[in-house]
């Protein structure tokens, strides 16, 4: 329901109220999806994480005023060619610098 709330008040950076339209659009839209993509969970340790990701990506939001996720960047090495060994290993490493604010979606 914080979501919600946040996303009724929400006002975009720039001002513009079809930017602040789009924003809380996005920011509804965006719960919907996780909470149904979710419902399923059972597992109290799943739950708690997605909880936590939703609350990160709360306090981030509302810190740099932006509602969309935060750009993640690759880790040292983290392009391999598309063969073998070195591949697994750089998607691990992906995987691993995946921030707790990003783990429901998935990697594009």
Not at 27 to 56: G, H, K, P
Not at 79 to 96: N, W
Request: charged share 30%; net charge positive.
């Amino acid at each position: 329901m914080r979501v919600f709330r946040i996303a009724r008040a929400w006002q975009a950076q720039t001002g513009i109220m079809s930017d602040t339209e789009a924003e809380r659009k996005y920011i509804v839209q965006e719960a919907r999806s996780l909470f149904r993509q979710n419902q399923q969970l059972t597992d109290q340790e799943s739950i708690r994480r997605c909880i936590e990701e939703c609350e990160a990506r709360i306090e981030i939001g509302l810190h740099y005023r932006i509602p969309y996720p935060r750009a993640t960047y690759l880790p040292p090495l983290g392009l391999a060619t598309q063969k073998g060994r070195k591949l697994r290993g750089q998607q691990r490493l992906r995987k691993q610098a995946k921030p707790v604010y990003l783990q429901s979606h998935d990697e594009t």
